[in-house]
C-alpha cells in the first residue's frame, strides 16, 4: 500500500514540474517575441530618421545662400557640377536676343572662393575682367544675387545667381514654367551676350526643364579644344605666308582695315556672289548656312591700302570649308579659299 502511494505521488509531482515547465517555456517565448519586435521598431524608426536626414541634406545642399555668396563664400554652389545650357544671342535676323541651347561649351570653374568664366573671375564682391578690377555694383533683392562692373569707356559684364523657382526667362523647350535648377548667368555688353549655366544636381536634372532636345544633345561639330588647336596650326602657318593674323576673341568685334566688322558684319556679305545666310555659331551647328566658329584677318601694310585678308573657318551643311574675303573697298565677298594648306589643316582639325 505504502509503495502504491508512493508511486501516485510522484507521478502526480511530475505532471506539475511539466506543467511549470510550460509555462517558464511559454513565457520565454513571448519575451524573445517582445524583445524582437522591440528591437525590429527600433531599428525601422533608426532607418525612417536616417533617410529623413539623408532627404533633408540633399535637398539642403542644392540651395543657394545668396548671402554667402554675396560675402565671397561660394561653398553654396559646389554640390553638383556646373555646365553651360545655352546662351542668349542676337543673331540679327529680326528676332532679337535667343536663348540658342546649342551654345553649350563655355565653362565655369568654381571653388570655395573664386569663380572663373574666360576672362570674368569673381573673388568675393570683386568682379575682375581679364585680371583687371572694374567698378562694381551688388544688387541682391532677396531672391536673385547680380554683380556688375560699371564703366563708362570700356565693356560692362555681369554674374547673376538665380536660386531655384525664381526665373522663367531661360527656357529650353516649351513647357514653360520657373528653372527647375539653380542658374548662373554670364552677360557682357559686347554683342549683348549671354551664357547660361545650370547645376546638374541628382534632386533636380532629371526634372529640368530646361534640357536640350536630342538634337541638341549630339556632340557638337566645335569645340575649345579644337579652336585651340585652330590656332595653334594658324599661327605656325601664318609664318609660311610671312602674315600675322589676328583672332575673333568670341567677345570683341574684330575690326578690320577696310572697315568691316566682325562677326556683325557677316550678315551682310555675300557667298561667292550670292547672298547667303552666314553667322557666328560657336558649335558649328547653328542655323546658318554657313556657320562661322573662327574668324581671323590679315591687315596688309604694303600699299596699296587699305587692304586685307580675313580667313572665316565654317561648317555648311556640317562639312568644314574656309572662307576668305580679301576685298579693298566698300562690302566683301567671301569665296572658298584655294589655298591647300590651310583647306586641310581645318578639315583635320574638324574631322577628329
Known amino acids: 500500500m505504502k509503495k502504491i502511494l508512493f508511486s501516485v505521488v510522484s ?13 517558464v517555456n511559454g513565457n520565454k517565448d513571448s519575451v524573445s517575441k517582445a524583445a524582437t519586435k522591440s528591437a525590429s521598431s527600433a531599428i525601422n524608426t533608426s532607418s525612417s530618421r536616417k533617410d529623413n536626414q539623408s532627404k533633408g541634406s540633399s535637398s539642403k545642399n542644392i540651395k543657394m545662400n545668396l548671402s554667402a555668396i554675396q560675402s565671397g563664400n561660394f561653398s553654396s554652389l559646389l554640390n553638383g557640377d556646373w555646365k553651360m545650357i545655352g546662351a542668349k544671342v542676337n543673331y540679327h535676323k529680326g528676332n532679337g536676343l535667343e536663348f540658342d541651347t546649342s551654345q553649350v561649351d563655355g565653362q565655369l570653374s ?23 578690377d572694374g567698378v562694381t555694383k551688388v544688387q541682391n533683392n532677396g531672391e536673385i544675387l547680380t554683380i556688375s562692373t560699371e564703366n563708362d569707356d570700356e565693356a560692362n559684364w555681369a554674374i547673376t545667381f538665380y536660386p531655384i523657382g525664381t526665373t522663367t526667362e531661360y527656357q529650353g523647350d516649351s513647357n514653360g514654367g520657373a528653372n527647375k535648377q539653380n542658374l548662373i548667368t554670364v552677360w557682357t555688353s559686347n554683342n549683348n551676350y549671354t551664357q547660361v549655366f545650370a547645376q546638374d544636381n541628382p534632386e533636380t536634372s532629371n526634372a529640368s526643364s530646361l534640357t536640350p532636345d536630342k538634337k541638341q544633345k549630339q556632340s557638337a561639330l ?5 579652336d585651340q588647336k585652330l590656332q595653334s596650326f594658324i599661327s605656325e602657318w601664318s609664318k609660311t605666308m610671312n602674315q600675322d593674323y589676328q583672332k575673333y576673341d568670341g567677345t570683341n568685334e574684330l575690326e578690320v582695315s577696310t572697315g568691316m566688322s566682325y562677326p556683325s558684319d557677316l550678315a551682310n556679305e555675300p557667298v561667292k556672289g550670292q547672298q547667303a545666310s552666314i553667322g557666328w555659331s560657336k558649335d558649328g551647328k547653328g542655323n546658318y548656312e554657313y556657320n562661322v566658329v573662327a574668324i581671323y584677318n590679315h591687315n596688309g601694310t604694303v600699299p596699296p591700302l587699305p587692304s586685307r585678308i580675313t580667313y572665316c573657318f565654317a561648317f555648311h551643311n556640317g562639312k568644314p570649308v574656309v572662307l576668305v574675303d580679301q576685298s579693298r573697298d566698300g562690302g566683301g565677298d567671301f569665296e572658298e579659299t584655294q589655298n591647300a594648306k590651310l583647306n586641310a589643316g581645318f578639315n583635320e582639325i574638324a574631322q577628329n
Not at 111 to 130: A, F, G, P, W, Y
Not at 222 to 226: A, F, G, I, Q, V
Open 110 to 132: 568654381i571653388s570655395k572662393d573664386r569663380i572663373v568664366d574666360d576672362q570674368l573671375t569673381l573673388e568675393r564682391h570683386n568682379l575682375m575682367i581679364n585680371g583687371e
Open 222 to 226: 566645335w569645340n575649345t579644344e579644337k
Open 11 to 23: 507521478l502526480m509531482m511530475l505532471v506539475t514540474l511539466a506543467a511549470c515547465g510550460d509555462k
